[in-house]
């Protein structure tokens, strides 16, 4: 007689587990992350050097074309350094969700053969960005030290404006994974879609050019508080801070992270099968 086995991958124990299940395969968390670290800076022919050299060849070109050419104000203190300061948060953001929002698709042969919580796979994308941002700090610290620019108190609310970041980059990123894992067109699209935000979000010029009866619709796009409260608190603008803008960034942010929680629970059920 013939016996047929069949392998079932639960996508979890119960709603009330998934965090405990999350804590129990943390090491799996871990072991992604610091293999994804590796392989971004130990197999690329620049490594860490491109953490840099990306940031910075930026600051130059939008230095050129918005401080040179066009011209815009600079809020009292370098061009160089107000730019810098705001693609800090942007390429945190940037890359948080080109990254987590292709891990799931990166990781296909993971997902078909093993149960763990896919939640796992997002986080450990966020967290290989860290690094990044760790390194642009110290590169900031040098380009303030050599224009003698010295933050005050206003640098201890760095981890606040940090969290909306980190909050609307994985709810960003959680949407897409989601999508991407049955609509591989969004692997071109996503890139597109970034690259446009770069120039409406204020990295290469300040938000205060924006007509007064707009600054709030503008603030919208989740990074504009965040890039305003950036250079407000390390201090490399002398404009004083919007906070309906930081307040919105924040509300954004956290829809972004409650809808794409939502988003992927519904769909994590069939990851699985579509991969």
Known sequence: MNTESELIIEAGWTERHYLTDIWR?????YFLAWRDILVRYRQTTVG???SVIKPF???VIFTLIFGRIAKLPSEGVEYPLMVFSALLPWQFFSSAVSGIGASLVGNSNLLTKVYFPRMIVPIS???VNLVDIMIS???L?????????????RILTIPAFMLIVFVASFGAGLWIASLNVKYRDFTYIVPFFLQVGLYVSPVGF?????PENWRFVYSLNPMVGVIDGFRWALATSTSPLYWPSVLMSAVVALAFLISGLIVF???ERTFADII
Do not use: C
């Not at 395969?25 to 968390?29: A, D, S, T």
């Not at 040098?142 to 005050?152: E, H, S």
């Open 48 to 50: 860490v050097a491109w």
């Open 265 to 267: 629970r519904n769909t």
């Open 206 to 210: 300040s938000s205060s050019i924006v």
């Open 141 to 153: 610290a040098g380009i303030m030290f050599f224009y003698k620019a010295v933050p005050d108190e």
């Open 137 to 139: 700090f110290v590169v």
């Open 25 to 29: 395969y943390r090491q799996l968390l």
């Open 125 to 127: 994308a966020l967290m």
């Open 57 to 59: 060849l930026t600051m």
